[in-house]
């Protein structure tokens, strides 16, 4: 009852501190996916971002990024979608660098108004990167004829079960560079004349969290609960955004519906399998 009638009372006049809206950005940034672990994409991230600038009594947003990146366009709608409703709620907003924001990490990063990152931690890596294997070779040693009937000459570009044709290369090599320049020209808007004049920024390499500030990617090195406190007082509270569950936990399908999806599910295993391996290479790269 005393918890009730607290909460009639205005509170400005309850000597209670701030409370911050909190967000855990973690895991690589992949289209789809989901079924086997959690990944970051807009689809996942906007319910939490919806919740957390609508409280309305928050002065800003803390986010927490750990994301050695993935897909650039998921990353730029995520950085967009912070952007904008940092602009339409008014409200500020602290981004908070864990074990890594690197590549489509950073990209994200790059919504906070400010950057607050571990002194070991891992960013930049301001560059594009796109991997795959080939087989062609295998299917010979097989015994398997592939058969592609296509309508448009270019229609198997890059296909992995013939071998890398020179122009090929060339074509994908020009799509890295119009996103690279891209994501240069969020960083130049973002981080503007904080940057230092260092050749290697927008070169892919990647440094600690203390370099990254000398450097000019972050603006200052510590924690979330530390700096939200020092800035809002001591009696601030985290209250951190999870995504809706059901009263009795996550939400757990049907007897038919489950009947339904075992064989998809059976099915997406392999897939599922490939993401995972892909992802483990994405925090492999910074020894993670």
């Known amino acids: 009852m005393a918890g009730f ?17 909190a967000i855990r950005l973690h895991g690589a940034i992949m289209a789809g996916g989901g079924q086997f672990r959690p990944v970051l994409n807009l689809a996942t ?29 998921q990353s730029r709608l995520i ?15 602290l981004i908070f660098v864990e074990d890594v924001a690197a590549s489509g990490g950073y990209m994200i990063a790059l919504a906070g108004d400010e950057i607050i990152a571990d002194p070991t931690s891992i960013v930049g890596s301001i560059g594009v990167v796109s991997g795959g294997f080939g087989f062609p070779e295998l299917l010979k040693k097989i015994g398997v004829e592939r058969r592609v009937y296509t309508a448009g000459e270019n229609k198997v570009v890059l296909d992995p079960f013939q071998p890398e044709k020179e122009r090929d ?16 020209q969020m960083v130049k808007t973002r981080r503007g004349a904080l940057l230092a004049d260092h050749p290697d920024i927008f070169s892919g390499l990647f440094w600690t969290g203390r370099r990254g500030q000398e450097l000019g990617l972050v603006d200052a090195l510590g924690d979330m609960r530390g700096e939200v406190r020092r800035r809002y007082g001591a009696k601030t509270r985290l209250e951190l955004i999870q995504p809706a569950r059901s009263l009795f936990g996550r939400r757990q ?21 490939a993401e995972a391996l892909e992802e483990r290479a994405l925090w492999a790269r910074y020894g993670l």
Request: hydrophobic letters at 50%; glycine letters at 6%.
């Open 79 to 93: 950085y967009q979608r912070i952007r904008d409703l940092a602009e339409e709620k008014k409200k500020r907003v």
């Open 45 to 73: 991230v906007a319910p939490l971002l919806d919740k957390a600038f609508s409280v309305k009594d928050a002065p800003a947003v803390a986010i927490s990024i750990n994301s050695p990146g993935g897909s650039p366009v």
């Open 5 to 21: 009638l607290k909460r009639l009372v205005p509170k400005r006049f309850r000597g209670e501190g701030l409370t911050i809206p």
């Open 169 to 184: 290369v060339e074509f994908l090599k020009s799509l890295q560079l119009e996103i690279h320049d891209t994501f240069i």
């Open 253 to 273: 399908p049907g007897a038919a519906v489950a009947a339904a999806i075992a064989a998809p599910l059976a099915a997406s295993a392999a897939a599922g399998l």
